[in-house]
């Protein structure tokens, strides 16, 4: 079965560093992107990135670039949403999804990491 | 840069159908797939329509996508209304610099 396990919710303040993961299991990590996508409290879906693990080749919305990092470790199967220095704008949850183009369709997605910062 | 509109919500009763818009502000609806995604509460989105059209395998045949280009629209139509069915749900596309465009979503009521 196709999988992708997010870590567990996360409270920090603001300024503070951040990193998330999303590991995928049951298929071959290495040749899908990964996506992240945000959906603030009661909000939409929001695209954030997608990254290739095997080569780590990624693109950004630009609404973020610049604001997050993403990246991945395709020894471990691992791909990562890291922040430097949170903000309280930055509380949401975050979902990552496997894509098997660069225009494809997010499928599976995670379970999602709710990331609150406050003060 | 383009947006996808979708109505906030839409309802129905058991048993009827629905349809959802999605309408592409610019450029046309037909140059990029559009892909349609179900949200329950609590739970993350799950595909129920890629490239238009497709349904993923283990998606009932009562979800059905189709485009419109004299509209510009994608819709997203739902026949056989379950309580089930109730959620948000999103479509999405392409764009050639932000490349992945979510529509705003739409709140089902299944009443």
């Known amino acids: 079965e196709v999988q992708l396990v997010q870590s567990g919710a996360e409270v920090k303040k603001p300024g503070e560093s951040l990193k998330i993961s999303c590991k995928g299991s049951g298929y071959s990590f290495n040749t899908y992107w990964i996506g992240w996508v945000r959906q603030m409290p009661g909000k939409g879906l929001e695209w954030m990135g997608i990254?290739?693990?095997?080569?780590?080749?990624?693109r950004y919305s630009p609404s973020v670039q610049g604001q997050v990092t993403i990246s991945a470790d395709k020894s471990i199967n691992t791909a990562y949403l890291h922040w430097s220095s949170l903000k309280a704008s930055d509380t949401a949850m975050y979902f990552c999804?496997?894509?098997?183009?660069?225009?494809?369709?997010?499928?599976?997605w995670g379970q999602g990491t709710l990331v609150t910062v406050s003060s | 840069n383009f947006m996808l509109t979708q109505p906030h919500s839409v309802s129905g009763s058991p048993g009827k159908t629905i349809t959802i818009s999605c309408t592409r502000s610019?450029?046309?609806?037909?140059?990029?797939?559009v892909q349609w995604y179900q949200q329950r509460p609590g739970s993350s989105p799950t595909t129920l329509i890629f490239?238009?059209?497709?349904?993923p395998s283990g998606v009932p045949h009562r979800f059905s996508g189709s485009i419109d280009s004299s509209s510009n629209s994608a819709s997203l139509t739902i026949s056989g209304l379950k309580t089930e069915d109730e959620a948000d749900y999103y479509c999405?596309?392409?764009?050639?610099?932000?490349?992945?465009?979510f529509g705003g979503g739409t709140k089902l009521t299944v009443l």
């Open positions: 490239e238009d059209t497709h349904r």
């Open positions: 610019s450029g046309s609806i037909a140059s990029n797939y």
């Open positions: 999405q596309s392409y764009d050639s610099s932000t490349l992945w465009v």
């Open positions: 990254i290739y693990p095997d080569d780590s080749d990624i």
């Open positions: 999804a496997r894509a098997d183009g660069i225009r494809s369709w997010f499928d599976p």
